[in-house]
């Protein structure tokens, strides 16, 4: 690792019925432990990029969640609102079945329009590939598209489908990706043993809502 553990660690409050109360306790414990962020839904910007104002935490927010089926133009148009309420990070959901329907220039340009949004407002983008979905080969073809189509970063999971990041994927997703892009391992990452896991198959960002407990392990 080339920096503490807390800064691999995207503090994750996506549930539905998250209130108020409760995302103002994620941001606390964010920055308690100086995570690298505090990913919420886009409804929570900006009381989360408020809250975090003079911190090093960023605001994360996702796009097109958790199916990934809404049009380009609706991710555009959220992606836009989420920097505009003062998120530094978005997490986008790709067109799955456009995907798994091998229309591969749909996909990319659902992508690279995100992209040229999320970085005309000096954001950056990490793409979510659903890899529990997908088989090996559609989880290489989504990586490269995600790099072709500007990506910063390609993630392997939501954390609502029916399984998360494993060791294999995030190996299969940094050989593909090589030095030119992150990877983040989300869904299922309950301990520090996890968390180092995935650091160590080549994940540079973790998504995690037990953050707290992988940093305050023995």
């Known amino acids: 690792m080339n920096k503490p553990l807390a800064k691999y ?33 886009p409804y929570w910007v900006k009381l989360c990029h408020q809250q975090l104002v003079g911190t090093d935490v960023n605001t994360c927010t996702v796009i097109g969640f958790p199916l990934g089926a809404t049009t ?4 555009v148009a959220e992606s836009k609102q989420a920097l505009a309420d ?4 978005l997490d986008m959901v790709i067109n799955i079945g456009e995907l798994k329907g091998r229309h591969y220039d749909t996909v990319q340009a659902d992508i690279k329009a995100v992209a040229e949004a999320t970085h005309a407002g000096h954001g950056l983008l990490k ?4 890899a529990v979905l997908l088989t ?21 999971s939501t954390g609502f ?18 030095d030119h892009l992150g990877v983040k391992a989300a869904g299922g990452i309950h301990t520090k ?19 707290v407990a992988v940093v305050t392990a023995k």
């Open 72 to 75: 380009t133009d609706s991710k």
């Open 86 to 89: 003062g998120a530094d990070e």
């Open 9 to 41: 660690l995207d503090h994750t409050l996506l549930k539905p019925e998250a209130t108020e109360t409760d995302v103002t306790r994620v941001i606390a414990e964010a920055k308690q432990y100086d995570f690298a962020s505090v990913c919420i839904n």
């Open 127 to 130: 793409v979510i590939i659903e």
């Open 136 to 156: 090996d080969d559609e989880k290489v073809i989504a990586c490269q598209l995600a790099e072709k189509a500007g990506a910063d970063y390609v993630k392997t």
């Open 193 to 211: 043993a996890d968390a180092l896991a995935m650091i160590e198959a080549g994940a540079t960002r973790i998504g995690a809502s037990a953050s």
């Open 161 to 178: 489908a029916s399984g998360g990041a494993t060791v294999h994927d995030v190996e299969l997703m940094r050989k593909t990706v090589g």
